[in-house]
């Protein structure tokens, strides 16, 4: 029998990193029925050791060679990474695109955005892709999740647990930087989980991940974490206490608070020896459940090998959501004690996830227009840089987005008090693509909205940016006190000085839009080339910020089909009312404020339903609408992950009809 995946019953194993951890793993892999067949080192004579090891536990036909061996041998089906943190990731997407199915060591990468990116590659692929925590693997947890379920200590208030240990000196891995050494994410991690998979239990949510954290802790004198406390806020208002450390030993047990008393786990890691579970409540005497050592690392070998068999991703164990849940709080964490690392930094060449150069993929489906004068084919979906956490995260998004075409990026002074536009020229200048990419910059926002703010703002974001010119600049608001001309002048003066190529506005009237060109014309100037107010399918019942301005009335679209002014609509998906809105998600209070009402939801269902028909989620049917208006637009979209940016680009896939676009907008 072989499956999609390529896993067969007599596959085999092949080990990444010959170390102490992989040591353990083998130890226990007799107790599954794959065999190690090959293992992998960049140091071959550690290779060839551990090859004799596996040889005494009876695996006597052990390829022993290089990480690029292991993945070619043909026996191999599945492979356990586990080398240091940050080779993680190149490891993980050389045996996904040879078709292993693959257990990676916590955790998966060193940061979020990289996670997110093998996660992306995992799905796109079809392949297995499973994180190694062995606590979700022992039927320790389903026993204490059991327990919760089922109301033992009534409702869970609060949780407190631990996993640090006292190292014998600062030495090795642990406390090497560029290792990503320190506690978070060595053994922090696993209290991250833990209170995950506690929560979601007592609560009946899936891959659960703080709403609020705050943290304090030490870095020490090599530049790694030796101890750090967070303190969580988790859904259902259930808060928790973690802790973890290298230099600082620590009880290293779980206590669960309820309303009704108290779970007591004396070793919730089970890494060694047998542990206990003590119930206690204000109604019964205190019982103990005594949990036998297993052998969990075989267990989660076998998880990994019977999912690669059934053709699933991922196992119900430790999700893929739960490991990009995972890799965002401890994000938030080391974030918390201003701990980043310098492969991490904002300075840092960061490079594509997998080493290879950026490159458009043959299939890409982006469609393109073009703005006269830019001089430059542009993507008519144009990336929002304004949910882009850090740097990993920015790369691991933006490479995705131009990988499937896109070449336009919208940011703005404002933006994260630059922040944002430092980033997107980081990234520019570490791909080296600054002539293929379409720039919009934004500046003079109120109440710093004049002509001597606007060049200043404008100079700043260049320098930024670490460019001499913004393919197209816009006017951030509009200032009624100023007149028309002094702005249309001073974006011109910075034209014909090379430093603009095209500009227009952004959140104004269309009268001050006709003044300002009607004053170009006569003038001897360029006129406002593009126009970016809010427009999409969900009707804006309120605005998100003040001075905005929208187009979604009939008059305004009269008059962009009129005119054929290129709109560039921002928030054309709403803020992901397409993606996340239903009657009872009230989490986010500006989506629920701007877009919450029985029309727009009678617009989301028509667009699920269309969707539905075309195979495409509603995001893209949205996304669509915009696209085929009888104007010229370039949908600016803001996905906060790769998985929202893949949603939005389904639809490129897709054409409307004009009967469909009047039907989703309940003109028929």
């Known amino acids: ?16 990193g010959p170390g102490r951890i992989a040591r353990r793993f ?18 071959l004579e550690r290779s060839a050791a551990f090859a004799a090891e596996a040889a005494a536990l009876g695996y006597a036909d052990v390829t022993a060679g290089t990480y690029a061996e292991a993945l070619a041998d043909p026996r191999v089906t599945a492979v356990y990474v586990a080398t240091v943190h940050p080779t993680h990731a190149h490891l993980v997407l050389d045996a996904i695109a040879v078709g292993k199915a693959v257990l990676c060591e916590k955790p998966m990468t060193p940061n979020a955005g990289t996670t997110m990116a093998v996660v992306d590659a995992a799905r796109r692929a079809g392949t297995t892709l499973v994180e190694a925590f062995v606590p979700r693997f022992h039927p320790q947890l389903g026993t204490l999740l059991g327990l919760l379920r089922d109301g033992a200590i009534g409702d869970v208030h609060h949780l407190d647990v631990a996993f640090a240990f006292r190292s014998a000196d600062r030495t090795g891995r642990l406390y090497d930087p560029a290792t990503a050494g320190g506690g978070i994410l060595d053994v922090g991690c696993y209290p991250v989980t833990m209170a995950m998979a506690v929560v979601g239990a007592a609560t009946g949510r899936r ?55 108290r779970i007591t786990v004396s070793n919730p890691w089970t890494i060694e020896g047998g542990s206990t579970i003590e119930v206690a409540t204000t109604e019964d005497e205190p019982r103990v459940i005594e949990i036998e050592e297993v052998a969990v690392y075989g267990l989660e070998a076998a998880a990994t090998v019977a999912a690669a068999q059934a053709g699933a991703v991922e196992v119900p164990e430790m999700t893929l959501d739960d490991s990009l849940a995972a890799a965002r709080t401890l994000d938030r964490w080391r974030a918390a004690i201003g701990l980043r690392y310098p492969f991490e930094a ?44 850090d740097l990993a995260h920015a790369s691991a998004i933006f490479d995705v987005f131009m990988e499937q075409g896109g070449n336009a990026f919208d940011t703005a002074w404002l933006y994260g008090r630059g922040e944002y536009e430092t980033r997107l020229g980081r990234w520019i200048a570490n791909r080296g693509v600054r002539e293929e990419v379409v720039v919009l910059t934004k500046g003079a926002h109120t109440p710093h909205c004049d002509p001597e703010s606007l060049s200043t ?40 000085a090379g430093r603009i190529r095209v500009y227009g506005v952004s959140n104004w009237g269309l009268d001050r839009f006709d003044e300002a060109n009607a004053w170009a014309r006569a003038n001897g100037r360029a006129e406002l080339a593009v126009l970016s107010n ?9 605005v998100p910020w003040a001075g905005c301005r929208h187009v979604t009335d009939p008059a305004s679209k009269a008059w962009l089909e009129e005119r054929q002014v290129p709109l560039l609509p921002w928030s054309s998906q709403a803020r992901g009312f397409f993606a996340r809105a239903r009657p009872d998600f009230t989490d986010d209070a500006e989506l629920v404020r701007c877009y919450y009402g029985d029309d727009n939801f009678e617009r989301l269902r028509r667009a699920e339903q269309l969707g539905a028909e075309l195979g495409v989620p509603a995001t893209a049917v949205a996304l669509e609408y915009v696209l085929a208006q009888p104007f010229p637009t370039f949908a600016l979209f803001g996905p906060r992950t790769i998985e929202e940016a ?22 028929a």
């Open 534 to 542: 809010h427009f999409g399918l969900a009707e804006a019942y309120d």
């Open 207 to 261: 891959s659960v991940e703080p709403v609020g954290l705050a943290a304090k802790g030490a870095i020490g004198r090599t530049g790694v974490d030796e101890w750090a406390v967070a303190d969580l806020v988790l859904p259902g208002g259930i808060t928790a206490t973690l802790r973890t450390g290298v230099r600082l030993q620590d009880p290293n047990a779980l206590v669960i608070l309820g309303s009704r008393g």
């Open 646 to 667: 893949r949603s939005s680009m389904r639809g490129l896939s897709v054409e409307l009809t004009p009967e469909q676009v009047a039907w989703l907008d309940l003109r």
């Open 346 to 389: 904002e300075t840092a060449a960061i490079p594509t996830v997998s080493g290879r150069p950026l490159a458009v993929a043959a299939d890409a489906p982006m469609r393109y227009g073009e703005l006269p004068g830019v001089g430059k084919r542009m993507s008519r979906l144009v990336m929002g840089c304004d949910n882009q956490p």
């Open 457 to 496: 703002q404008l100079l700043e974001s260049l320098e930024r940016q670490g460019t001499d010119y913004a393919d197209v600049y816009l006017m951030h608001r509009d200032n009624p006190d100023v007149p028309v001309g002094e702005f249309v002048d001073v974006m011109d003066e910075h034209r014909r």
């Open 1 to 16: 029998m072989t499956t999609e995946t390529g896993i067969t019953p007599t596959g085999g194993w092949a080990v990444l």
């Open 26 to 43: 083998l130890a226990e892999l007799p107790t599954t029925s794959t065999p190690l067949v090959a293992v992998g080192s960049s140091d």
